[in-house]
T-cell receptor
Framework: LAKTTQPISMDSYEGQEVNITCSHNNIATNDYITWYQQFPSQGPRFIIQGYKTKVTNEVASLFIPADRKSSTLSLPRVSLSDTAVYYCLVGAYSSGGYNKLIFGAGTRLAVHP | NAGVMQNPRHLVRRRGQEARLRCSPMKGHSHVYWYRQLPEEGLKFMVYLQKENIIDESGMPKERFSAEFPKEGPSILRIQQVVRGDSAAYFC????????????????FGPGTRLTVL
């Protein structure tokens, strides 16, 4: 499984767009990129997943360049409730396998009023 | 549709006692995963189970830790003779099935059990 590197912490203000970049230089051809969010005293929650280019859902967007060695999670117009730890995970979900999620330390996002 | 349920939410044990953590997966989910999280760290995979089978326990300490997922009832993570280093948050997750031809099967996490060993 590819190792990921992301900033330890970030600060933002309400209403701003937040971009969290994750480096995964050793990503394999069949690896997907997945982001999870964890609030204090709660379990992680799936946010978004992608393989290449751009993916968007109701919560976030995920930008993946052509070489796939990095990815950027974009949170539009954050609010105080977006204060959480964000984890970037890289792994393969091939037939016959299973999702053994490998979490790094994540990025602690603090949103200020 | 209730989510993944874990109990107790908080558990306090003295050194040498046993800790039993329970996890009820989401309805229809037959795959259960246990993770441990130390303060200020990410989650660490411990074990993956299907009904009545342990599929991967590569993240489990060799001694004192065991897990089961019986045909009926919740999955149990059991820690015997607890030590202070076992103090952590233990999360359970469930999914409908394992990886399937590149399709991601989302793991849904429970609220965790916070174990404190005195």
């Amino acid at each position: 499984l590819a190792k990921t590197t992301q900033p330890i912490s970030m600060d933002s203000y309400e209403g701003q767009e937040v971009n969290i970049t994750c480096s995964h230089n050793n990503i394999a051809t069949n690896d997907y990129i997945t982001w999870y969010q964890q609030f204090p005293s709660q379990g992680p929650r799936f946010i978004i997943q992608g393989y290449k280019t751009k993916v968007t859902n109701e919560v976030a967007s995920l930008f993946i360049p052509a070489d796939r060695k990095s990815s950027t999670l974009s949170l539009p117009r954050v609010s105080l409730s977006d204060t959480a730890v964000y984890y970037c995970l890289v792994g393969a979900y091939s037939s016959g396998g299973y999702n053994k999620l490998i979490f790094g330390a994540g990025t602690r996002l603090a949103v200020h009023p | 549709n209730a989510g993944v349920m874990q109990n107790p939410r908080h558990l306090v044990r003295r050194r040498g006692q046993e800790a039993r953590l329970r996890c009820s997966p989401m309805k229809g989910h037959s795959h259960v995963y246990w993770y441990r999280q130390l303060p200020e760290e990410g989650l660490k995979f411990m074990v993956y189970l299907q009904k009545e089978n342990i599929i991967d326990e590569s993240g489990m300490p060799k001694e004192r830790f065991s897990a089961e997922f019986p045909k009926e009832g919740p999955s149990i993570l059991r820690i015997q003779q607890v030590v202070r280093g076992d103090s952590a948050a233990y999360f359970c997750a469930s999914s409908t099935r394992a990886g399937d031809g590149g399709t991601y099967n989302e793991q849904f996490f429970g609220p965790g059990t916070r174990l404190t060993v005195l």
